[in-house]
T-cell receptor, first 112, second 114 residues
Framework: DTGVSQDPRHKITKRGQNVTFRCDPI?????LYWYRQTLGQGPEFLTY????????KSRLLSDRFSAERPKGSFSTLEIQRTEQGDSAMYLC??????????FGEGSWLTVV | EDKVVQSPLSLVVHEGDTVTLNCSYE??????LLWYKQEKKAPTFLFML????IEKKSGRLSSILDKKELFSILNITATQTGDSAIYLC??????????????FGKGTLLTVNP
């Protein structure tokens, strides 16, 4: 499969724990994005990388959230000291320059 | 404030019916509008529209953009149960020609009953 892949697909964690999600974009896509989606809402933009540079972060991304893309390929999204309000699906997407954005299957996070 | 509004929020039809989904937008520096289909997982790309009045078509799905009235419609003819999904409309914001920062509507939940 050559699409965007995300891992894990599902994560249940206790409040206060840290979680990390990984995203492998479509190869050769230089742009990588993270979005968050809650039930009944469309995805909301979190952050965006062009190659290894993080070019924009949404105000939704509090200090507990950090994203990296160290070699310009895969990316990680870490949430520290999780809260119940962090429960959502975290979507990764990639594109080549300004072309169509392709989404991964998402990582469901449930904070209990 | 930039926004994307979809209607209806949900729709139930029978197989074979034709449906029209609406998306209106208010954004600065409009470049394009995108439609995605989401079935319990990631959104899958359907169409990207940049020019008014030019219909894009893929099988039973078609879409058109009206930049004067600031809306787009997505039509699905001869619906099938496999069309049941959430249909999302999105517009890139302040993108300067790049489509990275998509603002999505809440989506239309379409249910097609046999």
């Amino acid at each position: 499969d050559t699409g965007v892949s995300q891992d894990p697909r599902h994560k249940i964690t206790k409040r206060g724990q840290n979680v990390t999600f990984r995203c492998d974009p479509i190869s050769e896509h230089n742009r990588l994005y993270w979005y968050r989606q809650t039930l009944g809402q469309g995805p909301e933009f979190l952050t965006y990388f062009q190659n290894e540079a993080q070019l924009e972060k949404s105000r939704l991304l509090s200090d507990r959230f950090s994203a990296e893309r160290p070699k310009g390929s895969f990316s990680t999204l870490e949430i520290q000291r999780t809260e119940q309000g962090d429960s959502a699906m975290y979507l990764c997407a990639s594109s080549l320059e300004g072309n169509t954005i392709y989404f991964g299957e998402g990582s469901w996070l449930t904070v209990v | 404030e930039d926004k994307v509004v979809q209607s209806p929020l949900s729709l139930v039809v029978h197989e074979g019916d034709t449906v029209t989904l609406n998306c209106s937008y208010e954004v600065t520096n409009f470049r394009s509008l995108l439609w995605y289909k989401q079935e319990k997982k990631a959104p899958t790309f359907l169409f990207m529209l940049t020019s008014s009045g030019i219909e894009k078509k893929s099988g039973r799905l078609s879409s058109i953009l009206d930049k004067k009235e600031l809306f787009s419609i997505l039509n699905i003819t001869a619906t099938q149960t496999g069309d049941s999904a959430i249909y999302l409309c999105a517009v890139p914001l302040n993108s300067g020609g790049s489509n990275y920062k998509l603002t999505f509507g809440k989506g239309t939940l379409l249910t097609v009953n046999p």
